[in-house]
């Protein structure tokens, strides 16, 4: 049975995935403990400083990052924005590395690029980039458009605000373009699902329509 970590597992996305991961063993990372798990998931609450050593512990053989925040809940910080979005994904995907995990998870965004001045695009760039020179043996790059989903206790007005908007956005964006529409957060995490295990080595970056073909 694979061994399988997830970092992230209480936001939009890894709270789905955790309830679609039967027949592997899932360990979770958190800084809070979750309610309402399933009671095969083993949960490790610890500050992210102890995080590496449980990694180390566990010996994972597939690690997950849907970890994420905005600059809103940064306080407007973009350091502290940085620090969750680049710093602590690498922190967790180096552990994972060391470890020996084979293959690595994580949810990037659509448009994705060091080479942007814009900060929360920037930043996920340049977290693909360093996960590339990591070399894993495979690396998943899962790159949704706008996320639609219940995001509890989060209500994050202006995504909220888009994601009402979305359904008449979606059909004014052209098919060419559609990696740009919405998603909904539990068909990338039946995505990911489908991908935890996957045995063909190389760095794969899926989109929004390779997404939903792989959550069929």
């Not at 970092?7 to 309402?36: F, K, N, Q, W, Y």
């Not at 899926?206 to 997404?211: K, L, P, S, T």
């Amino acid at each position: 049975m694979p061994r399988v970590i997830i970092a992230g597992a209480s936001g939009l996305i890894g709270s789905t995935l955790c309830t679609m991961l039967g027949g592997h063993e899932v360990h979770i990372l958190l800084r809070r403990p979750m309610d309402d798990l399933p009671e095969s998931i083993a949960q490790h609450v610890a500050e992210t400083a102890r995080w590496p050593e449980i990694i180390a512990g566990l010996a994972p053989e597939i690690a997950i990052s849907c970890l994420g925040t905005t600059m809103k809940k940064s306080g407007g910080d973009a350091a502290q924005f940085r620090a969750v979005d680049k710093d602590l994904v690498l922190a967790f995907a180096t552990a994972a590395n060391l470890a020996g995990a084979r293959q690595f998870i994580t949810v990037s965004s659509v448009g994705a690029t060091a080479d942007t001045k814009n900060l929360y695009l920037r930043t996920k760039g340049e977290v693909e980039d360093a996960l590339t020179l990591l070399a894993f043996e495979r690396l998943d790059i899962i790159r949704p458009g706008l996320l639609t989903g219940d995001r509890q206790n989060d209500p994050r007005a202006g995504e909220r605000a888009a994601i009402m908007l979305s359904p008449v956005i979606d059909r004014l964006i052209p098919r060419a373009f559609s990696r740009f529409r919405s998603i909904p957060a539990s068909t990338v995490a039946q995505a990911i699902a489908e991908l935890v295990g996957n045995g063909t080595p190389g760095r794969f970056i899926h989109e929004n329509e390779a997404i939903r073909a792989l959550a069929g």
